[in-house]
């Protein structure tokens, strides 16, 4: 019998993989512009980026904690599913 949940599964791990890899070829694609910026232009630009990350974590850090509480349970699910 075929279990499409295992199915769903690998289809969503194919394309997370795949997601990841384009990201790592775009990474190495855009690195010799992102050296050619002047080292006080791209600290500048590190800096507000982190602001901004900062800003944005602590406006929703309670959906970030109830996220995170919800994927362990899913996680937790899914290893008691995988050992039965």
């Known amino acids: 019998m075929i ?4 199915i769903f599964r690998l289809i969503l791990l194919a394309f997370t993989l795949y997601n990841a890899i384009q990201l790592a070829i775009n990474l190495i694609r855009y690195k010799p512009y992102y050296d050619k910026i002047p080292p006080i232009l791209r600290k ?3 800096q507000q980026g982190t602001n ?3 800003k944005k ?3 929703h ?5 109830l996220n995170g509480i919800l994927l362990a349970i899913l996680l937790a699910l899914n290893c008691i599913e995988f050992m039965i």
């Open 3 to 6: 279990n499409i949940y295992i």
């Open 44 to 46: 500048y630009l590190f």
């Open 52 to 54: 901004m990350l900062q």
């Open 57 to 59: 974590v602590k406006t």
């Open 61 to 65: 850090q309670q959906d970030f904690a």
